[in-house]
């Protein structure tokens, strides 16, 4: 008995001192800050900031090889938490960015060409006759975006388009790169008014085809106070198209566009923008990822 | 010499520790979807295999055996295995995160893995000297590691197949080892 115990009391003592002894020699050291940005990280593993995870995002923060900002789910408050853990200023801080529909031309505005049953897939539909819309560039309404969203963003709405819901869009661009008809952009969340229409036809193709359609009118131009919309040369015509750095959204444009081609949303709620804020110090970003 | 190349022949393929005698089929099913991730649990479980083999030889021979203390066998033995897992864990994180993080939990699993007691305890059991017990560990841990590799190249072809939804993942998987032990069977006659 008393053998026993002695015997392997040395051999447990012998063991340990030599782990012991391992532990000390083959320590890795972990940087404590990636440890702490991981804790406020959204942990959705998006990949919209191109590292491979949060995990490889914290690490590449850190070594500082990529701007805090890259992260948009995170948006500025996570900018904020990064900063205060690094001790950095904020500074360089991109504004949030949304994903914003260039069309408008939903079922009752766009003239459709035939009739669509097939595979619900934006890229199937338009192997038919370049979809069933007399629009060759509006959006063809299979909902391949909202499928895309990793965030539950984009839901179908009543007239067929894809309605993003800004709230809940964190700007990943996965919908945009999805979008066969390249008609999803990402726009900054101050930014209210948009040309919903990329159609570069003439004005009466463009007007037959669709009745939201831009039609070259060139009104949006001359009433712009701040030289914002022009009609830009595009494809084998043009569209209107207004530069985002010197818009005020006055929405003048939008209220003189005789086929409110140019449409104003209104601002996003300073109330709902907070609750959101609030949520992310919670930890949940309210990407869903998780449902 | 002529010995050796039996327990090599016989510890390889006859009497494969995972194929034959259905130890460590933890990892076999768990680390095998990666080759590469595969390779590196072949290596931690061989270095764990060869150095338990050695030590627990000369604990059985110098310790238990001598003091007459021989039903502390597995104690002893199973404290040695924890040990050496997790020297190889502090040294595969130093020297290999990536391979740290694709093993995960079967790294420390080692500790428990059977086919490390059972090789262990096979070499007291057949009376090796201490030269045979490490060449007959070493040869089980290269069994092991040729059923990893196997495995492994296998489950990465899965990946392309069209396999029914039900038999997806784990089911496929033992579908597989099963086969491949029954193919293993056909070298029983080998000596």
């Not at chain 1, 005789?258 to 209104?266: E, F, G």
């Not at chain 2, 680390?31 to 270095?47: N, P, Q």
Request: glycine fraction near 10%.
């Amino acid at each position: 008995m008393l053998v026993a115990v002695i015997s392997l009391a040395c051999m447990g003592a012998i063991f340990g001192i030599v782990l012991g002894i391992s532990s000390r020699k083959f320590a890795v050291e972990v940087d404590p800050r990636v440890e702490a940005l991981l804790q406020v990280m959204p942990g959705a593993n998006c990949g919209a900031c191109g590292q491979p995870g949060c995990a490889g995002f914290a690490e590449a923060v850190v070594a500082g090889t990529v701007n805090p900002s890259a992260c948009s789910p995170g948006g500025l408050s996570l900018y904020e938490k990064i900063a205060a853990i690094l001790g950095t200023e904020v500074s360089d801080y991109e504004e949030r960015k949304v994903a914003q529909l260039l069309c408008q031309g939903g079922v009752g505005h766009a003239r459709m060409s035939y009739r669509y049953k097939g595979i619900s897939d934006c890229h199937a539909v338009l192997k038919k006759f370049r979809g069933p819309k007399a629009c060759n560039t509006g959006c063809v309404m299979q909902g391949s975006c909202s499928r895309a969203c990793p965030f539950g963003a984009i839901q179908m709405g009543a007239d067929g388009l894809p309605v993003v819901d800004y709230y809940l869009c964190t700007g990943c661009n996965k919908c945009v790169l999805e979008c066969p008809q390249q008609i999803l952009k990402l726009v900054g969340v101050s930014h209210l008014v948009n040309v919903r229409c990329v159609n570069t036809d003439k004005a009466k193709e463009a007007k037959a085809a669709c009745a939201v359609a831009c039609i070259k009118c060139r009104i949006c131009e001359k009433n712009c106070p701040e030289d914002a919309v022009h009609l830009v040369p595009a494809g084998n015509g043009s569209v209107a198209v207004i530069d985002y750095d010197k818009c005020s959204n006055c929405g003048i444009c939008a209220a003189k566009c005789p086929t409110k081609a140019i449409d104003k949303i209104p601002p996003l709620s300073e109330d709902v923008v907070l609750e959101i804020k609030e949520a992310a110090n919670s930890g949940c970003e309210h990407c869903k990822a998780c449902a | 010499m002529q010995d050796y190349f039996i327990i090599i022949v016989s510890a390889v393929l006859i009497n494969n520790i995972v194929l034959s005698q259905f130890l460590g089929i933890c990892p076999f099913l768990g680390v095998s979807k990666k080759l590469s991730a595969s390779l590196g649990m072949g290596g931690a479980v061989s270095f764990v295999l060869v150095l338990a083999g050695a030590i627990t030889w000369a604990i059985q021979s110098y310790i238990l055996k001598p003091f007459n203390i021989g039903y502390l066998q597995t104690v002893a033995f199973i404290l040695v295995i924890a040990a050496l897992v997790q020297f190889v864990e502090m040294v595969i994180k130093k020297y290999s995160p990536a391979l740290y993080k694709a093993l995960g939990i079967y790294l420390p699993l080692i500790t428990t893995n059977c086919a490390v007691l059972g090789v262990a305890i096979l070499n007291i059991q057949k009376e090796y000297t201490l030269g045979k017990a490490v060449v007959h560990s070493l040869s089980h841990a290269a069994g092991f590691t040729l059923a990893l590799i196997l495995m492994s190249g296998i489950r990465e072809r899965l990946e392309d197949a069209d396999i029914p939804e039900c038999m997806q993942g784990t089911p496929i998987a033992l579908v597989i080892g099963a086969l491949m032990s029954m193919s293993f069977l056909g070298f029983s006659g080998l000596i």
